[in-house]
Nanobody
Framework: VQLQASGGGSVQTGGSLRLSCVAS????????MAWFRQAPGKEREFVAG????????YYSDSVTGRFTISRDNAKNTVNLEMYNLKPEDTALYYC???????????????????WGQGTLVTVSS
C-alpha cells in the first residue's frame, strides 16, 4: 500500500487548509486511517482517525472542534479539513493506514502499518 499526502501549505493564524491522502490498492475500505503530525524537535503525535466505514472518528484534544477527518472509500481517499489554524499546528502531517485494527489503538503510532511521505503545514502569527 502506498499513501500519497497533499494539500499542505503556508497560512496565517485563523486560516484553513484541506489535506488529502490517496491510497493505492483494493483494500482501502478495510483500513483504519489516521493523520499524525510531527513538529520540529517533537515526537510524532496523533491528530485524527477514522474507522473503515467513516462513521467513527477520533480527534486529539488540541484539534477537536477545528479539524474534521473524512474518507471516501470509492476514491481511496482520506481528507483532513483544518480550520482556525494556530501557529502550534505547524508540523509535517502524515497520513497512515492500519491494516489490522484493534480496539484502543487509534492513537498509537506503532499500530499503523503504512505511512505517507508527509505534507508540510506552516501557520504564521
Amino acid at each position: 500500500v502506498q499513501l500519497q499526502a497533499s494539500g499542505g501549505g503556508s497560512v496565517q493564524t485563523g486560516g484553513s487548509l484541506r489535506l488529502s491522502c490517496v491510497a493505492s490498492g483494493p483494500a482501502f475500505s478495510r483500513y483504519v486511517m489516521a493523520w499524525f503530525r510531527q513538529a520540529p524537535g517533537k515526537e510524532r503525535e496523533f491528530v485524527a482517525g477514522i474507522g473503515w466505514s467513516g462513521t467513527t472518528t477520533y480527534y486529539s484534544d488540541s484539534v477537536t472542534g477545528r479539524f474534521t477527518i473524512s474518507r471516501d472509500n470509492a476514491k481511496n481517499t482520506v481528507n483532513l479539513e483544518m480550520y482556525n489554524l494556530k501557529p502550534e499546528d505547524t508540523a509535517l502531517y502524515y497520513c497512515a493506514a492500519d491494516a489490522d485494527p484493534k480496539i484502543g489503538t487509534f492513537r498509537a503510532t506503532w499500530a499503523y502499518d503504512y505511512w505517507g511521505q508527509g505534507t508540510l503545514v506552516t501557520v504564521s502569527s
